[in-house]
């Protein structure tokens, strides 16, 4: 999906070049279930190229309530479009304190409304079916049917994240789980955006809850914060084929050890086959990411850095707990097996 058709250049004054990459893998998992890529992916390579971009990646609740939101998460990165879009010359206007209001307050508003705006539309032009009634009965029974009835909006549920670039700023934000990473010049990793806490276990914020606006996190990075080398974005199927989430981090400068090893054109033809690695060694499920990548010629990179890259070509660090807990578990079936064999 294209993003932000933004101003002509001769427009515009000249800004500092990004390259905007990324891929979207349909989970291992969802495959062998016979259900599609739940994930939705937004780019716009020329745009970064101008050095004014917006980049986004969202992601499907699946679920027994959330019945459309592979399609609710391909409405939250157009929305994200728009929104980033339609207030990009207001940002560019703006003093510090008056794009700290816009992030936290009027973007997640407009993306919240654009998106409820096109989740009413799709409903309307295909309302639910009664198979698709009698299913959510089947799997979540009367409550989990009087909240969608009570609320439509919740079959598209979805989680989204952003970045919206421009000369001077960098706007940063998301709602939901997931991972926003930035490898600074400097090659200090951070995750910029403010936690939240209510991220437990299987809950997370979405665009389809009351007052989802109020539940985005959202931060402004502005002078030489505002051109990091590498901005990464991801979906949870993403830090969920690791073994410790901490490892996104790690990786992300691993990332910078990649694009410097082989260049962004080769790296963005390998990242597909390296997200379906993960995947199929690690969470199963659906895995997004999108990459803002600046001047990573000169960051220093950890030796960790390094070895992680090579770990990943030895399938080392793509096991997630749930996969080495079915490698331990099928080896004790199999000894127990071979046991019973021996007693025959």
Same mark, same amino acid.
Do not use: H, Q
């Given at each position: $999906?294209? &993003? *932000? /058709?933004l101003p002509t250049a001769? &427009? $515009? /004054? =000249?800004a500092a070049a990004w390259r905007a990459? %990324?891929?979207s893998v349909r989970g291992a998992a969802h495959v062998q279930d016979g259900l599609p890529n739940q994930d939705a992916l937004l780019l716009d390579a020329a745009a970064a190229r101008r050095g004014r971009v917006g980049i986004a990646v969202a992601d499907g609740h699946g679920g027994a309530r959330h019945f459309r939101s592979a399609t609710g998460s391909r409405l939250a990165v157009?929305?994200?479009r728009e929104a980033m879009q339609t207030m990009l010359s207001a940002f560019e206007a703006a003093d510090s304190t008056a794009r700290a209001e816009m992030a936290s307050i009027a973007l997640p508003r407009r993306i919240v409304q654009r998106w409820a705006e096109l989740a009413r539309a799709e409903l309307a032009a295909r309302p639910i079916t009664q198979d698709e009634w009698r299913r959510l009965q089947e799997a979540d029974g /009367?409550? %989990?049917v009087a909240r969608v009835h009570n609320n439509p909006l919740l079959a598209y549920g979805s989680t989204l994240l952003f970045a919206l670039a421009l000369p001077g700023a960098l706007v940063l934000g998301q709602i939901g789980d997931g991972d926003l990473v930035t490898v600074d010049a400097d090659g200090s990793v951070r995750r910029p955006v403010p936690p939240d806490d209510r991220l437990a276990g299987q809950f997370t914020t979405s665009l389809s809850r009351p007052g989802a606006e109020h539940d985005f996190r959202c931060v402004v990075r502005e002078g030489a914060l505002a051109r990091p080398a590498l901005v990464l974005l991801a979906t949870d199927g993403y830090a969920n084929s690791f073994r410790d989430s901490g490892d996104v981090l790690e990786m992300s400068q691993a990332f910078v050890a990649w694009l410097q090893r082989h260049g962004t054109g080769a790296a963005e033809a390998r990242l597909p086959a390296m997200l379906e690695h993960a995947t199929h060694h690690g969470s199963g499920d659906d895995i997004t990411v999108a990459l803002l990548v600046g001047d990573v010629a000169s960051v220093p990179v950890s030796q960790r850095a390094g070895q992680l890259l090579a770990a990943y070509g030895r399938d080392a660090r793509w096991t997630s707990r749930r996969?080495? =807990?079915a490698m331990v578990w099928g080896a004790? *079936? *199999? *000894? &127990?097996g071979v046991v019973v064999w021996m007693r025959l």
């Open positions: $999906m294209s &993003a *932000l /058709p001769e &427009a $515009m /004054p =000249r990459l %990324g891929a157009s929305a994200a /009367p409550d %989990g996969t080495l =807990r004790v *079936l *199999l *000894l &127990a």
